[in-house]
C-alpha cells in the first residue's frame, strides 16, 4: 500500500472521523502549557493533578481516583496510536521523549510528540506486533508508575489500556472484521506472547460472552470507577455483575 498522505503529516492521519485525534496527539513544540512525561512523573506534579481530579469527589477511594485518570490517560494515548498505525504511520511513543498537558480538572488533555514518526510498510491487521512498541517503551513504566504512587495493581492498569485498544482496533478495522462477533483485535487477548518474546500483559484482559443473541464484551478486571461518586456504570463491559446494571 503506498502512502495516501505523501510526507508524514499526523493532521493528514486524522483526518476525517479520526480529526479529534490531533487533539489528543500532537508535535511538543505545538502543545502549549506541556511537561515532559519524565518530569511529570519524577516531581510531584502527578501526584497534584490526582489531587486536582479528586478535589470534588470527597475523600473518595484513591486507587479508585488513580484508576479513572489512568483510563484519560491511556484513551488519548492509544486511541491515536492505533488510528496512526491502520494508516501505517508509526508514532514515536517512547515516553521519556514525550510530553503532556493537563486541563484545569488534572486530567490528561493531550500528549506531545518528538516527532510524526515514520511510514511503516506491512500488514496494517496484525494488532500483536504493532503494540509491542507502545508497551515496551511507554506502557510498562506508566503501568510501573501507577503501583507504586497509587497502589493500583497492574493487571488492572492493563486491563484499563485494553479497553482503548481493543475499541479502536476494532472501530478501524475493515468489512466484516468491524462485526462484533468476529472480533478484530481477538489475538491480543489470547496469545501468550507478543512478537518480540516478551509475555503479553493484555492476555486475558478482555473476553466475549454470548447474551442472548448479542455478543458482550467484558473486562477481567473491574476498573473501580463505582468507587467515585457521579460516575456512571460501564455497562455490560464490567467486570462485576452487581455493577452491569448500574
Sequence with gaps: MKNAFGPSSLKAVFAGEHAWCGEKMMLSEELEGATTLTEFFSSGAFTKALDAYAADKDGADRRAIAS???LYYFSALTIPYIVARRFHQELPVDMAAM?????????????????EGSWHEGSDDDLLSFVAPLVRDHLTVIVQHLKAHCGIAPRLAWNNAAVYIDYAFNATARGEASDASKWASKALFEEQFLPDGTLNPFRNCLRHEAHGEQTICRRKVCCLRYRLPGIPSCGELCALPEQRKQ
Design 68 to 70: 479513572m485518570w489512568s
Design 99 to 115: 510530553s503532556i498537558a493537563l486541563g484545569e480538572d488534572g486530567l490528561p488533555r493531550a500528549f506531545g510528540l518528538p516527532g
